[in-house]
């Protein structure tokens, strides 16, 4: 027990440091965590929670970050309260065995910090391990974390004693760089806390973190693809003609972008080999697949099926994607993409943005949400989150927005506003965009063929379309063109813009010249 050096963690049955793959699935199948599918992956069920659960997030309202933080966004947590949850976790894992991880975030060797996962079950260890960065034999020797997670899913909070929402919590200790964990098996809250760690650390060393996927042309070009789930961010970053870097976080330093994994977390409902190849191939064994229904006879993975979650995930390290980019790092993006699915129809499906406008739909974090999908909406609705990332931002979101424009500005990176939503009307109305459609827009802008062509401006939200693209009809990049009730289109667009404007208001004292930047409201 001297090896884990955290003295709380005392009259522990068995520590288990550091086990290879074959080891960590052995014990999880071994403990009934899981079971082994068809493909070799380890199938698990997270219960009653099968995403994350944003109203159990908090940080500790420490003296010294409590002037940093945006509580907006954010729920406080009292120091005491930490302290003595963190008593009673160690107090359930006394005479119990636990999994510990040992590696790293950040593939950049000047900003990567090291990471201990310590976890109660094996499945969550073999999880961490797939997803972090790991670190050779020789980096293991005098292992010293800099950050701590510890998740135990089998203690559950007394949210009257312990001072949380309900039985389960994910708790942030910026001070102590350490993380609680308790009453949920969803592995995602293992990824998301310390995603929001280091979106705390990050910046102060002049780094953006950013939640969104990174690729490299064969040329050594880097490209960012931000979007909320639903609007294409996986497909569209994993492009067999270029290279993965990255599928969700990554940092921007002065010395270019580099991977704070050395896994990925794809959503895999409705994967299929015919659509998503690179991803379907990835999932084998040392891959965990988290609430994906199987057949109990042939152990055969039924990806169509939603019966347990929508949500249904699989993990597995990046280089198990043809051609991943080994370590993460790349060079200054030349192209940066903020990709939407607007289910009202009348955003262009590609358009330039100015540095100005890039802060103001960065900030924004816009998509929609569609009718139908959860009960009472009956129409599109708009939905926003700061930075592409709200529920991970401990700090204002001006911070980050700020340093986009910063980095963008000095290393000339083009930033194009993408559409893989509607066309022709709303939902309902419209079609979706055609993939092959959208994948041409994004190849002829990372490769700069939308560079020095004739665009023209729209005239709410001031979005610069392009009049011609490589294999895209011209007709459609102007989405006013594609609409039959021109009077529908223009109430529309006033409508989604005033959506825009009334989400703004929060920022528009502290941030005036970004406001500026927004639609014309007329």
């Not at 995602?188 to 042309?217: D, Q, R, W």
């Amino acid at each position: 027990m001297d090896n884990l050096k955290f003295p709380l963690l005392a009259n522990l049955r068995k520590v288990h440091f550091n086990l290879p793959v074959p080891r960590l699935v052995e014990e999880a199948v071994t403990r009934g965590e899981g079971v082994l599918a068809s493909n070799g992956a380890l199938i698990v069920r997270t219960g009653k929670y099968t995403g994350r659960s944003p109203n159990d997030k908090f940080i500790v309202d420490e003296p010294s970050v409590r002037d940093e933080i945006w509580w907006g966004n954010n729920r406080p947590f009292p120091p005491d309260k930490f302290d003595a949850l963190l008593r009673r976790m160690a107090a359930y894992l006394q005479n119990r065995d636990v999994f510990v991880f040992d590696g790293f975030v950040g593939a950049d060797p000047k900003y990567r910090m090291p990471l201990r996962v310590v976890t109660e079950y094996a499945y969550q260890n073999f999880f961490s391990r797939q997803l972090f960065i790991r670190a050779s034999g020789e980096e293991l020797k005098d292992f010293q974390p800099e950050i701590t997670v510890i998740s135990a899913p089998g203690f559950k909070a007394q949210p009257e004693i312990d001072g949380t929402n309900s039985e389960a919590f994910i708790i942030l200790s910026l001070e102590k760089r350490m993380v609680l964990i308790g009453g949920t098996f969803y592995s995602g809250e293992i990824k998301k806390s310390v995603f929001t760690l280091l979106n705390y650390i990050m910046p102060k060393a002049g780094v953006l973190s950013m939640h969104c996927s990174a690729n490299m042309g064969r040329d050594g070009s880097t490209a960012l693809f931000f979007g909320l789930s639903g609007t294409g961010k996986t497909t569209l970053s994993a492009d067999p003609e270029r290279l993965l870097i990255g599928d969700d976080e990554h940092g921007w330093s002065n010395e270019g972008i580099f991977n704070f994994e050395g896994g990925c977390y794809a959503k895999c409902i409705n994967l299929s080999r015919e659509m998503e190849p690179q991803i379907y191939d990835a999932i084998k064994f040392g891959a965990v697949l988290e609430n994906v229904v199987y057949d109990e006879a042939t152990r055969e993975p039924d990806y169509k099926s939603d019966a347990i979650t929508e949500n249904t995930r699989a993990a597995y390290p990046v280089d198990y994607i043809p051609g991943a980019v080994i370590p993460g790092i790349g060079g200054h993006p030349r192209t940066v993409i903020f990709l939407t699915a607007d289910a009202f129809g009348v955003l262009p499906p590609i358009a330039r943005l100015s540095i100005e406008q890039a802060t103001y739909y960065f900030i924004s974090g816009y998509t929609s949400k569609l009718a139908g999908t959860e009960r009472g909406i009956t129409e599109p609705q708009a939905t926003f989150s700061a930075c592409f990332g709200a529920p991970f931002l401990p700090l204002s979101p001006i911070t980050y927005a700020e340093l986009l424009g910063e980095k963008i500005k000095k290393y000339k990176a083009e930033v194009f506003l993408v559409n893989t939503g509607w066309s022709g009307g709303p939902y309902g109305v419209g079609q979706r965009m055609e993939l092959t459609y959208t994948r041409a827009m994004v190849r002829a802008a990372l490769s700069g063929k939308l560079s020095d062509i004739e665009y023209e401006q729209d005239p709410v939200f001031g979005l610069m379309i392009p009049r011609a693209c490589p294999g895209v009809p011209p007709e459609i990049l102007n989405p006013k063109n594609t609409w039959h009730d021109k009077k529908a289109y223009d109430e529309t667009v006033r409508k989604l813009a005033r959506n825009f404007a009334d989400n703004f208001k929060k920022f528009s004292s502290q941030w005036p010249h970004a406001a500026a930047a927004g639609p014309r409201l007329v």
